[in-house]
C-alpha cells in the first residue's frame, strides 16, 4: 500500500530534518510538510487519525506510554492520546529574535516522565510529559540543540553552531561535562 499526505512544505534553507515513521502495535505515526502528524494502520495503510499543526512537522515523533510527543515549525509541542489523537497539551516555545516563532525541527526523546525537545529559539526544554510545563531549559548562545539521547540516566545534546555535546542530568539540566 502507498499513503498519499498533503503538499509538501519546505519551511526554509535550514529545514533539511524529515520525520521517520515510529510504529506501535498496529500502527504508525509519522509528521508531514503539510503540517499534519498520522497515525496510519499498518497492514492496510487506512488512515486512523490526522492532526493539523499550523506548520510543517519534520521531526519524527516520540511515544511515551499511551501518548505521542511532536514538534511543528509553528513553535509548539504537542500531546496527543495514541489511540485517538485527541489534543492532551500543547507548550509553545519562547522564540528567538533570528526564530521568533521558536520553531521545533527537533525529534523529541521521552524518558522518566519528561519530554526533552529543542527548538530554534536556541533552547532545549525538559517538558513535563503529563501536563506541558517546562521543568528546565538549557540556553545556547549561537544556536540550538540538534539531537538528543538519554542513555544510563545521562541527557546527551548535540549543538549547532557551538559545535558541543553535552551530557547533562536529565532532572534538572545541569552539565555533567
Same mark, same amino acid.
Given at each position: 500500500?502507498?499513503?498519499p499526505f498533503g503538499i509538501e512544505q519546505k519551511y526554509d534553507f535550514a529545514d533539511y530534518f524529515h520525520s521517520s515513521p515510529v510504529i506501535r502495535d498496529n500502527?504508525?505515526?509519522?509528521?508531514?510538510?503539510?503540517g499534519r502528524i498520522y497515525a496510519i494502520e499498518r497492514h492496510t495503510?487506512?488512515?486512523?487519525?490526522?492532526?493539523?499543526?499550523?506548520?510543517?512537522?519534520?521531526?519524527? /515523533?516520540?511515544?511515551? +506510554?499511551?501518548?505521542?510527543?511532536? $514538534?511543528?515549525? &509553528?513553535?509548539? @509541542? *504537542?500531546?496527543?492520546?495514541?489511540a485517538d489523537g485527541e489534543l492532551n497539551w500543547v507548550f509553545r516555545t519562547v522564540g528567538h529574535r533570528y526564530f521568533p516563532l521558536g520553531e521545533v525541527q527537533?525529534? /523529541?526523546?521521552?524518558? +522518566?516522565?519528561?519530554?526533552?525537545? $529543542?527548538?530554534? &529559539?536556541?533552547? @532545549? *526544554?525538559?517538558l513535563d510529559a503529563q501536563q506541558g510545563f517546562c521543568h528546565w531549559n538549557k540556553a545556547f548562545t549561537k544556536g540550538w540543540g540538534l539531537s538528543l539521547s538519554i542513555r544510563d540516566s545521562v541527557l546527551f545534546i548535540g549543538s549547532a553552531d557551538e559545535r558541543v555535546l553535552i551530557a547533562a542530568d536529565p532532572r534538572t539540566g545541569t552539565n555533567f561535562w
Open positions: 500500500w502507498t499513503f500502527m504508525i505515526f509519522v509528521g508531514s510538510g503539510d495503510g487506512t488512515a486512523i487519525w490526522s492532526f493539523q499543526s499550523e506548520n510543517p512537522v519534520h521531526g519524527t /515523533p516520540a511515544i511515551g +506510554g499511551e501518548q505521542i510527543y511532536f $514538534g511543528s515549525f &509553528d513553535g509548539k @509541542v *504537542y500531546c496527543l492520546d495514541i527537533v525529534s /523529541p526523546v521521552v524518558s +522518566g516522565g519528561l519530554v526533552f525537545v $529543542g527548538a530554534r &529559539d536556541y533552547n @532545549v *526544554y525538559a
